[in-house]
């Protein structure tokens, strides 16, 4: 029981000790070279709920996985929090996704076997768990295993530079709302075994996130909530890897181009997303001009066009 409550505080803890790294660019201009995010793999099924830390990314990734479920990548560039989780495995389309990133460290707690060498041979920095105690991860005595494991960024060196990871994934940011779009004050998204709904509160302009059916909430009970939403509609096709009951990882194609809707202040626009080669952020315009967001958190939701 005393164990419980000591990881029960270490979790609440996050909330208050939340480290800013440096000031993030609101304006999402181009990031320097060599700036560096934190790309942490969370656990999203209901046992896995409330995560830890989400509210603090700079971009949280949506991702459909095996059974038609979702599960989230957490991109962390500006802020820092003191834990975050629970973390669960990566998948091959964590591995194009983050090539956009300058050799992002990528929190994981494993992967299947014949996608570890991909992993080893990617431009990023793994660190799944070690066996010895004292790392960087912790299991919590909250929650259920798998359910319960966790990750102390700060003591991983060097995760974060301080440069918001918006403007290397290629987003531009503006105050200023962009004209055109339709009102909207409700969007869903359906994956084969999980839903996410985006209302729009004019009182805190932003996105409330829901899932599942459920107000989505932060470890305090606060409710999760994006400046920015973005519809990103991919190619989901099954991969060459499966889990262990013989399902087929599904692998979201984030190279190429197609349709979007982005939603930001209470209005919905459709766009087209560009991002031509793996190496380079994904770009939005509507009208053939840039789409800007609103600065804050973006959510991306990968959809199966």
């Known amino acids: 029981m005393r164990r419980r409550a000591l990881v029960t505080g270490v979790l609440g803890a996050a909330v208050a000790a939340c480290k800013p790294v440096a000031s993030p660019d609101a304006n999402g201009s181009a990031a320097p070279a060599g700036a560096r995010v934190l790309a942490v793999k969370i656990d999203n099924v209901g046992a896995a709920r409330p995560q830890t830390g989400l509210e603090d990314a700079d971009i949280v990734y949506v991702e459909q996985v095996e059974g038609g479920l979702s599960r989230l990548m957490a991109v ?29 460290t990528l929190a994981y707690s494993g992967a299947q076997s014949r996608l570890r060498p991909l992993i080893d041979a990617a431009p990023l920095r793994a660190v799944a768990p070690p066996g010895a105690s004292g790392g960087p991860y912790f299991r919590s005595g909250a929650k259920p295993a798998p359910h319960n494991l966790y990750l102390r960024p700060a003591k991983l060196s060097r995760p974060a530079s301080g440069t918001g990871a918006g403007a290397a994934a290629g987003f531009r940011f503006a105050a200023a709302p962009p004209a055109g779009g339709r009102a909207e004050t409700a969007h869903t998204v359906r994956f084969p075994a999980a839903r996410f709904t985006f209302d729009w509160s004019a009182a805190r302009r932003r996105w409330l996130v829901g899932m599942d059916g459920r107000a989505a909430v932060t470890a305090d009970g606060a409710r999760l909530a994006a400046a920015t939403v973005v519809v990103q509609y991919v190619d989901v096709r099954a991969s060459r890897f499966h889990d262990k009951l013989g399902s087929a990882s599904p692998l979201s194609r984030t190279v190429g181009s197609g349709r979007a809707v982005v939603l930001r202040d209470g209005r919905a626009h459709d766009a087209t997303w560009s991002r031509p080669g793996a190496a380079g952020g994904t770009t939005f315009t509507a009208d053939g001009r840039p789409l800007p967001f609103a600065p804050g958190q973006v959510w991306v939701v990968f959809a199966k066009k």
Do not use: I, N
């Open 76 to 104: 962390f560039g500006s802020r820092l929090p003191a834990v975050v989780g629970p973390v669960r495995s990566a998948r091959e389309t964590d591995l194009e996704l983050l090539r956009q990133f300058d050799r992002p």
